[in-house]
């Protein structure tokens, strides 16, 4: 059939239906959009994931060091009362984890010639003997903070446990050592001799009717066996306190005179007076000395119960610096007589070892049982470890009978951190007189010290030291930084506030650093002049009366001095004086101790030398040894010319010669569990550079890939829109 106009041709439409089309849809198949889909997806993910990588490790880096430095801070202070009421702030030196144990180890110098130093003026010898080691414990009382949390004010007791496994071989705490009597010293200084205080026993007692020329001849007559006979009473030693007391002699003596013991036999060792035999223990925990409980006793019913302390509680103003000094000596006076009790039945029991319960009971109600009636007192002395001279172990004093103590809590000023405003009850304290030239004061000036030197009011030549130092536990932290802790510390000294010595020493940077227990600390000592004369140390003292002595006579009440232990970085006449032993028999010498350029050896060094290892990023004192020596001299008297203060039994002994009585180590640690959460802090330290760095160079790793797959997306957004067959 032919077409014509208008006619639509069939095969034509049943050839295009059955027929490919040249230009197909633009429809991708589905396994290109799945592609493209996961390409966007992946992008998506690095990119965001790197960039939240780069912010953790910036976060991780520069915050994490800001959160620990502020627990670091944290650490180191207390500025909340649920802080200082914690136990390892209360018994700092007890068995909690946080707690570091502290040790006193005591050295005596036993005088083991004591008799023929008395009889024939020998150069005395002494024989170092220990460590005899007590554990401190250290509880505070009545702790509280003041508003701004600036300072903590509390009071405090300690008390002393032997630790015999820590102590030397062969050694006990009732080992009986020789030495200096410092009850003896204290008294005889105060007076001026034996004469003078035996002249005022006699007019305070039997000769009180009697005119001053009586008292001389008494005493210059029966003199010697009066002393010999206060020596026994005061002598610890059982058979000596029976001979004196034998027929109630004290208040036969006290109520009639030297006629009394004339007769009696005081020949031996335990009544010179000068030096007593004592156990270890006694040494570092303190005994009862009755010589000194009666001065102070006998004032105290005499003169303070019968109107001073009426006095004393009601002056005002210039009024009661008139009589501080008589105050101070009723207060002294009144704390002796409140514990006599207790001072008492220690004597007794020493006196019971040898004579029984019975018999000792006697004794004690005809001697320090006179206390409340005629002032006869046992009076405890310090020891070298316990300050107190009492034993707090089974019972805590009475917090109304303690002192307080203020102290910078570096809560307002990190830089202030431990540092004293008030010691035991003092904020300031008059130290040293000047004496116009490098000398040894008199006992005259001594004794006037003790009645005109004050700080309220004080004379022109007089050095008050005000209350200041740390306890040498902390300095200002380091702190953190992204580098870890802090590898220098914050100051390059620090005072050390000694409170028997009333003034501070500074120790400075050894610009060494040492290694404990795999921990890196620097290390502080005192330097070899810490007790050199210098103008600038001459205020205190120092290097009075030669090189290597802090003088305390002012502070003390007679001639005595601290020093390194065997007189280390004192000048050699020191050394020659008197002949000093050490424990395993060497002699000690100027040749031993230094070496050919005048330096002190390193195994001296070592031993005597006073350090504190600090961790530079805490401030914490990791690990301390302070060493230090004591030494006393005998002063002239200053009634009998060319006498020495015992100038009524041993008169001709040799005045202002230093010397040595003991030395002791105080030390701690921290313990194990302490620096092993030191060390996994600084454990974590050490990754906050490595892991900034690491996640820093992975987040931009995860960013890049982001934006190269996001430009892989992108060109395949591009290819499916305008893409081709081919």
């Known amino acids: 059939m032919a077409l014509t106009p208008g006619m639509r041709n069939g095969n034509f439409e049943n050839f295009e239906k059955n027929s490919p089309t040249m ?39 520069t915050t994490m060091p800001a959160y620990v430095n502020h627990a670091v801070d944290g650490q180191v202070v207390s500025c909340t009362a649920d802080e200082v009421s914690k136990e390892a702030y209360l018994d700092s030196y007890g068995d909690c984890d946080d ?197 102070l006793g006998s004032n105290y019913v005499g003169t ?26 009723c207060t002294s006076g009144a704390a002796v007589v409140a514990v006599n009790n207790v001072t008492c039945a220690i004597v007794e029991a020493i006196y019971a070892a040898e004579y029984g319960d019975e018999e000792a009971a006697t004794f004690a109600a005809g001697t320090c049982g006179l206390c409340d009636s005629v002032g006869l007192c046992a009076m405890p002395l310090p020891g070298i470890a316990e300050s107190s001279g009492m034993d707090y172990s089974k019972a805590a004093p009475d917090a109304s009978s303690l002192s307080a103590y203020i102290k910078r809590t570096g809560c307002d000023d990190l830089s202030k951190i431990g540092e004293y405003e008030q010691y035991n009850g003092i904020t300031v304290a008059p130290v040293w007189v000047d004496l116009g030239e490098r000398r040894n004061p008199t006992l005259a000036e001594i004794i006037a010290f003790s009645s005109y030197a004050n700080c309220d009011s004080p004379a022109d030549n007089i050095t008050c030291f005000e209350v200041s130092g740390t306890d040498g536990t902390s300095l200002k932290p380091g702190g953190v930084t992204i580098n870890g802790m802090a590898k220098e510390t914050t100051s390059d000294s620090f005072n050390s506030y000694l409170g028997a010595a009333e003034l501070y020493i500074t120790i400075t940077s050894a610009d060494e650093e040492v290694d404990f227990n795999d921990v890196s600390l620097h290390r502080f000592s005192t330097p070899s002049d810490i007790f050199a004369y210098s103008e600038a140390k001459a205020y205190v003292g120092t290097g009075f009366p030669v090189d290597g002595l802090q003088p305390l006579s002012f502070v003390i009440g007679f001639l005595s001095y601290m020093s390194g232990p065997f007189f280390i970085y004192g000048d050699t006449s020191l050394i020659d004086a008197v002949e000093m032993t050490t424990t395993n028999g060497t002699v000690v010498t100027s040749d031993a101790m230094y070496d050919s350029n005048g330096d002190l050896t390193d195994t001296f060094l070592e031993a005597y030398g006073t350090f504190v290892d600090i961790e ?70 050490k990754t906050f550079l490595p892991v900034l760095i690491v996640l820093i160079i992975v987040g931009v790793i995860e960013i890049c890939g982001g934006v190269f797959l996001w430009r892989r997306y992108k060109q395949q957004m591009e290819q499916m829109r305008y893409g081709s067959v081919i």
């Not at 589905?30 to 780069?54: E, H, N």
């Open 23 to 61: 230009f197909p849809k633009l429809e991708e198949p589905d396994y290109r959009k799945r592609s493209c889909c996961g390409t966007k997806a992946w992008a998506l993910t690095l990119m965001i994931g790197g960039c939240l990588t780069t912010i953790i490790g910036i976060l991780y880096g």
């Open 99 to 295: 707690c570091s144990p502290y040790y006193v180890s005591v050295y005596m110098l036993n005088a083991t010639n004591a008799e023929d130093y008395l009889a024939s003026n020998a150069k005395l010898q002494v024989q170092e003997m220990g460590p005899y080691v007590y554990r401190r414990r250290e509880f505070k009382l009545d702790v509280s903070l003041s508003d701004d949390s600036s300072t903590v004010t509390y009071k405090t007791y300690t008390y002393h446990t032997y630790m015999s496994d820590m102590s030397c071989d062969g050694c006990s705490d009732s080992d009986e050592i020789v030495s200096f009597d410092t009850g003896y010293f204290s008294v005889i200084a105060a007076t001026g001799g034996e004469f003078n205080l035996l002249a005022a026993v006699a007019m305070s007692s039997f000769a009180a009717t009697s005119n001053t020329t009586e008292v001389i001849t008494i005493v210059t007559e029966y003199g010697e066996q009066m002393m010999r006979w206060m020596n026994g009473l005061n002598s610890l030693d059982p058979l000596a306190m029976k001979t004196v007391t034998n027929n109630s002699a004290v208040l036969t003596f006290l109520g009639t005179g030297p006629e009394a013991i004339v007769d009696m036999d005081l020949s031996g060792f335990a009544y010179n007076g000068i030096f007593v035999k004592r156990t270890a223990s006694q040494w570092a925990l303190g005994y009862p000395s009755l010589l000194a409980g009666l001065i």
């Open 616 to 685: 530079s990023g805490t401030g914490q004192t990791m690990r301390a040894r302070k060493r230090s020596q004591i030494s006393y001299a005998l002063a002239a008297s200053t009634s009998v010319a060319n006498a020495s203060m015992s100038d009524l039994v041993w008169p001709t002994l040799p005045t202002e010669v230093v010397l040595p009585t003991y030395w002791v180590q105080e030390a701690g640690e921290a313990k194990d569990s302490v620096l092993d959460t030191f060390k996994s802090t600084l454990t974590l330290l």
């Open 304 to 329: 303070c119960e019968t109107g001073m302390n009426d006095e004393c509680a009601s002056c005002t103003g210039d009024a009661c610096l008139a009589i501080a000094a008589d105050c101070s000596q």
